[in-house]
């Protein structure tokens, strides 16, 4: 099941290998990766495979209008049931805010037209550097109201096929110790809501519904 001390210790790892390898390195993001699978794994058990790329490969989903590589990709007898995209947000957020919600919206609807429900999980820096063309960092962005706006509509959004199964968001800081869990200065009532509907375990919670559900379906046709 879904721990989240050890999933901060898998951002923690993550960030680690962001310093030592750099951006464009995907070593930044197994540990986290793998920490998913791992959870995964144990709500699902053996009668399903787990596909991603620090476990063994990414399983190329069949979308209704083109075919994708997905994060964490769930399967029975080769065939998807569950997919989790991830997103691990170090720098420039604020540039790239709205690219990253509508890439969301956009796999989401791709994947789920197809009869597989697809999650999100976003880990994002409270206080973000932005970089130049050069790679100076040039200021620190931190998390508002407009930024998180968005995902708290999406969430009370009725629709079906671009609104994910779930929405994990997790908010860390990096200091010279390590990484910390640290929640943006955003409006209380924002801030109550994404934190009672938007986070790992509410999403993880959602996904062994999701197991038990399919399972009972299961059972039925048999």
């Known amino acids: 099941m879904y721990n989240h001390i050890k999933f901060l210790e898998s951002v923690g790892e993550s960030f680690r290998n962001y310093n030592t390898f750099g951006k464009r390195s995907n070593k930044r993001i197994l540990p986290i990766h793998n920490f998913i699978a791992n959870t995964v794994e144990s709500i699902?058990?053996?009668?399903?495979?787990?596909?991603?790329?620090?476990?063994?490969?990414?399983?190329?989903?069949?979308?209704?209008?083109?075919?994708k590589n997905v994060d964490i990709t769930i399967t029975r007898n080769?065939?998807?049931?569950?997919?989790?995209?991830?997103?691990?947000?170090?720098s420039n957020f604020k540039q790239n805010s709205n690219n990253y919600f509508e890439g969301m919206l956009g796999e989401t609807a791709n994947i789920q037209s197809n009869d597989v429900p697809y999650a999100h999980v976003f880990i994002l820096r409270t206080d973000t550097p932005y970089f130049d063309k050069d790679g100076n960092v040039k200021k620190i962005e931190s998390i508002?109201?407009?930024?998180?706006?968005?995902?708290?509509?999406?969430?009370?959004?009725?629709?079906v096929a671009h609104k994910p199964f779930g929405i994990g968001l997790t908010f860390i800081s990096e200091t010279d110790t390590g990484i910390s869990e640290t929640f943006p200065e955003i409006d209380v009532k924002l801030g109550d809501i994404i934190k009672s509907n938007l986070n790992n375990s509410r999403l993880f919670d959602k996904i062994h519904e999701f197991k038990n559900y399919h399972e009972y379906n299961i059972g039925e046709q048999n």
């Open 144 to 159: 508002t109201n407009n930024d998180m706006n968005k995902y708290v509509k999406l969430l009370f959004d009725n629709s």
């Open 78 to 90: 080769k065939i998807p049931i569950f997919c989790i995209g991830v997103k691990f947000i170090t």
């Open 44 to 67: 699902f058990g053996n009668e399903y495979e787990i596909f991603c790329s620090g476990k063994n490969s990414e399983f190329k989903v069949t979308g209704k209008y083109y075919n």
